[in-house]
């Protein structure tokens, strides 16, 4: 059965009080389908579970510490595994996930591979 990695999209939203901006998770998810509207589907149920209330739950923002919800948002894509060997067995080498964007240049692409803050412009569904 072929494997898949889905998107999971995941965000924190306060409890109370106004939000100028919101933490995000894009959470990969190794799925094991047979098809991808499966894989789909097995990744909106793994979204729906992270869901978190707790009331201990805080999310850290740049104005302070406030207690919060992690909320499901959607799954953004979900993607066959690319398997450098072929078969069901995934191994060291194997493509898991990618994504696609634009950077203003140069320098921003060494940013980003130096995991230094910059802009990017996502273009993959």
Known sequence: MPWFAAHVIM????KQGPQADFAVWDNVH??????ADDAW?????????????????REVGP???F??????????KVLTVSHERGGDTLGSGDEITFCEFILESEEAVRQLAAGA???VTYTDR
């Open 11 to 14: 965000y924190f939203k306060r």
């Open 30 to 35: 190794l799925i094991e389908a047979p098809n």
């Open 41 to 57: 589907a097995q990744a909106e149920r793994i979204g729906h579970a992270s869901e978190d209330d707790d009331p201990t739950l």
């Open 63 to 65: 104005d302070g510490v």
């Open 67 to 76: 207690p919060s919800r992690c909320v499901f948002a959607g799954v953004r």
């Open 117 to 119: 803050s910059t802009v």
